[in-house]
């Protein structure tokens, strides 16, 4: 189960929603993925919290992000 704060839900080319997520302690900072039922399907760890991300490119198979010190 994923706990936390979520800035903003961009969902996957295939509508799975993602999280930029942090703040709650070392192994819990990244990218978690869901599926629409709420499973957690992957999770990108960070060494700091994820302030934002986006999924970009021409097929929106790219995900930026930014990090609370930077991007």
């Given at each position: ?7 903003r839900v961009?969902t ?7 999280f930029?997520?942090g703040?709650?302690?070392?192994g819990t ?12 399907i992957?999770?990108?760890?960070l060494p700091?919290p994820?302030?934002?991300?986006y999924f970009?490119g021409t097929?929106?198979?790219r995900?930026?992000?930014t990090?609370?010190r930077s991007l």
């Amino acid at each position: 189960m994923c706990r936390g704060f979520a800035d903003r839900v961009p969902t996957s080319r295939d509508g799975n929603p993602w999280f930029g997520m942090g703040w709650m302690g070392p192994g819990t900072d990244g990218l978690p993925s869901l599926t629409s039922e709420g499973e957690l399907i992957q999770r990108i760890v960070l060494p700091e919290p994820s302030a934002n991300l986006y999924f970009g490119g021409t097929k929106r198979n790219r995900l930026l992000m930014t990090r609370s010190r930077s991007l």
